[in-house]
């Protein structure tokens, strides 16, 4: 599929509805209001296409820059294409979606690391997610690179920017159901910093209690592998 075929679909899949939530979740700028269910279809339509994400990507419209995430190859991806998409990601959405990318490529642990450490908002928040999306992948790491992390988390996410502390718990969740000493670690971390404040602007989403989220999600493991 051509650029120019992929934003045709693009523009015809878009709705007004969409547009107004969107911007409820913080997108600006130029969108076609595409349903997640509508790019997923055109996702099994393109598959993995890298130049064709870039050239979305270079669009500057969101829905395209969504796509783009969800066909580009994670494998042949360059570091300098992840850290330009993390730049200029512009709202929450696209920052998790560039980390989905991230997070699967070879460079993950690099640019967590040095994503979690930058001032700007997206930027940091699609750091924390990358770091969320190591501590589910990496099975090599040792524990002692995510207590790090906990305490990075601990000693700076009340006076972090918005979304980076959402991000920040996200990570939290993952490092703890990595395993059963990391699970007692991250559940202690959760409880001494407390709730975590987040505005999710003019929609009904909630930030997940960390410590509730991890015994929920060890819970469903030990059920599924009963079953």
Known sequence: MTKTEAIRELR????AQNRKV????GVGGKMYGVSYAALGKLK?????????????WETGNHDARSLATMVADPASIKVATLQSWAKEAGNRGLAAA??????????AKKLADRWI???DEMIGCTGWHTLATVARQDKDLADDYFEER???????????KNWVRYAMNNA???????NSKLEKKSIAVAKRIGAIDVDHGETSCKTPDAAAYIKKTLTYRKKKAKA
């Open 172 to 178: 939290l969740i993952n490092i703890g159901v990595r």
């Open 44 to 56: 099994k339509k393109i598959k993995v296409d890298q130049p064709l994400a870039e050239e979305l």
């Open 98 to 107: 560039v980390s989905n990318v991230a997070g699967d490529s070879p460079h």
């Open 12 to 15: 015809a899949a878009g709705t």
């Open 22 to 25: 969107y911007k409820r979740h």
């Open 150 to 160: 906990l305490e990075r988390i601990e000693s700076t996410v009340h006076a972090s």
């Open 117 to 119: 450490r930058s001032r």
